[in-house]
């Protein structure tokens, strides 16, 4: 499926804790890709940071939590219509949870708890990167998006679905399905049964479920 309003994000970035129960499908994820090169005819958009967001969603076998993380900033390149390449910032210490009311301990601790060395370790790293590879509709006419995810000192080629909206001439709405990411995949150890063992129902599941609404403009 091709469409003159192909332009892109992503940012990922995730949050932990996936168990039980349904959950999204994991992104495919392998070793990172090289960045596709720039042309002549490029058109770039800018990521509105107010209008953009992650939602991330995680469990474990005593409970679950949400929330988001803020999009820093991004780039969309296209050429002809097509996706060509982006860099997009995911604001590590912008985590908000949103299961636990603002004004109760809980929030500021669980909060605390995952920008923390044990999950993300804002304070070394507080950016994340999503870096586009690659654009394409596969098989089922499902547009795929690729990209180099960093999470801390790990990069992770990444793929999954998404969907193009116009908003007018000048601004895109890029929304993806949700889909997981392993955390275990970019060494994030924190009560993951991928590097502990004996860790009865204490553990912390290692698929991360997001979704991403960005909004970009000309």
């Given at each position: 499926?091709?469409?003159?309003?192909?332009?892109i994000?992503?940012?990922i970035?995730?949050?932990?804790?996936?168990?039980?129960?349904?959950?999204?499908?994991?992104?495919?994820?392998?070793?990172?890709?090289?960045?596709?090169?720039?042309?002549s005819?490029?058109?770039?958009?800018?990521?509105?940071?107010d209008?953009s967001?992650?939602?991330?969603?995680?469990?474990?076998?005593?409970?679950?939590?949400?929330?988001t993380?803020?999009i820093k900033?991004?780039?969309?390149?296209t050429?002809?219509?097509?996706?060509?390449?982006?860099?997009?910032?995911?604001?590590m210490n912008?985590?908000?949870?949103?299961?636990?009311?603002?004004?109760?301990?809980?929030?500021?601790?669980?909060?605390s708890?995952?920008?923390?060395?044990?999950?993300?370790?804002?304070q070394?790293?507080?950016?994340?990167?999503?870096?586009?590879?690659?654009?394409?509709?596969?098989?089922?006419?499902?547009?795929m998006?690729?990209?180099?995810?960093?999470?801390?000192?790990?990069?992770?080629?990444?793929?999954f679905?998404?969907?193009?909206?116009s908003i007018?001439?000048?601004?895109?709405?890029?929304l993806?399905?949700?889909?997981?990411?392993?955390?275990?995949?970019?060494?994030?150890?924190?009560?993951s049964?991928?590097?502990?063992?004996?860790?009865?129902?204490?553990?912390?599941?290692?698929e991360?479920?997001?979704?991403?609404?960005?909004?970009?403009?000309?």
């Amino acid at each position: 499926m091709k469409t003159n309003f192909l332009r892109i994000f992503t940012l990922i970035t995730f949050i932990a804790f996936t168990s039980c129960g349904d959950k999204a499908k994991e992104a495919d994820t392998k070793q990172a890709e090289d960045v596709a090169g720039s042309k002549s005819d490029i058109v770039t958009y800018k990521v509105d940071t107010d209008k953009s967001v992650i939602e991330w969603k995680g469990f474990k076998p005593t409970g679950s939590h949400n929330g988001t993380i803020a999009i820093k900033g991004g780039k969309i390149s296209t050429s002809k219509g097509i996706v060509k390449g982006g860099k997009f910032v995911i604001e590590m210490n912008g985590i908000i949870v949103k299961d636990i009311p603002v004004e109760e301990e809980g929030n500021a601790k669980l909060k605390s708890h995952l920008e923390s060395a044990d999950f993300f370790d804002v304070q070394t790293y507080p950016n994340s990167m999503f870096v586009i590879t690659g654009f394409k509709t596969n098989n089922e006419s499902v547009m795929m998006l690729s990209g180099n995810l960093t999470l801390k000192e790990t990069t992770k080629n990444i793929s999954f679905p998404i969907k193009i909206k116009s908003i007018d001439d000048n601004s895109i709405m890029i929304l993806s399905d949700s889909f997981t990411i392993d955390r275990s995949k970019w060494n994030i150890k924190h009560g993951s049964k991928s590097f502990f063992d004996n860790l009865g129902d204490q553990f912390i599941n290692d698929e991360i479920e997001l979704k991403i609404t960005l909004v970009a403009t000309k």
